[in-house]
């Protein structure tokens, strides 16, 4: 099993609708979640981050983080062509290492 | 401010030989890490420098190697390359050791 998760996607929406990417971890000891985007060629780059369980917002995204459930997800609201991209998850434990997932790839379509 | 900087862009090495190669952290940033991306793949953690000093290690061999400058910069040293080694080598900076991870653009490796 991966220490953490993702849909493989890839994963399509219309544009202006809500996508939703989900990603699981294995090591119950984590305490910082984060979601980085990724475009074709490029580097990562980071949209949010979540310590605590609930919803954090920020503008179109929404992060919630369920530790019983070791779940995290990343919602993007009134999605447009320029979300598209590898959406990847990364969950930390206080030794700071950063794990990745293998991304989900959104497409959203005019 | 300048953000995180590496180099090598891009670079081509014959199977055997050696790499190094160089990050510079954003500005008040005190922690670099390493990692390297396959094709489709995310991110695999290589190791992670604070302090000059490796504290963290991820399942790589003992050619992959590293160096952290009092200035906080880093280097990543690959000795006896492999055709395996051809990736995407990512450097991030982070405040501390559980902080978001602020990414260079790269240093795009090619074992011929």
């Known amino acids: 099993q991966k220490e953490v998760e993702q849909n493989s996607g ?6 202006g609708a809500i996508a939703s990417l989900n990603c699981t971890y294995s090591d119950r000891g984590s305490q910082s979640f984060f979601w980085y985007r990724q475009y074709s060629g490029k580097s990562p780059e ?4 979540i310590y605590s369980n609930g919803d954090k917002e920020d503008g179109r995204f929404t992060a919630q983080l369920n530790k019983a459930s070791q779940y995290v997800s990343l919602l993007i609201r009134d999605s447009q062509p320029s979300d598209s991209a590898t959406y990847l998850c990364a969950v930390s434990t206080n030794a700071g290492k950063s794990t990745f997932g293998d991304g989900t790839t959104l497409t959203v379509k005019p | 401010d300048a953000g995180v900087t590496q180099s090598p862009t891009h670079l081509i090495k014959t199977r055997g030989q050696q790499v190094t190669l160089r990050c510079s952290p954003k500005s008040g940033h005190d922690t670099v890490s390493w990692y390297q991306q396959a094709l489709g793949q995310g ?32 280097e990543l040293n ?4 492999l055709l395996g080694d051809s990736a995407l080598y990512l450097c ?21």
Do not use: C, K, W
């Open chain 2, 78 to 81: 690959v000795n006896a390359l």
């Open chain 2, 92 to 112: 991030a900076s982070s405040l501390g050791r559980d902080s978001p991870l602020h990414f260079g653009n790269g240093t795009r490796l090619t074992v011929t």
């Open chain 1, 46 to 49: 980071l949209i949010m981050f």
């Open chain 1, 10 to 15: 890839p994963l399509s929406v219309p544009e």
């Open chain 2, 43 to 74: 991110p695999q953690f290589i190791f992670q420098y604070y302090e000059e000093e490796e504290r963290q290690r991820g399942n790589f061999p003992d050619r992959f190697s590293g160096h952290q400058y009092p200035n906080y910069s880093s």
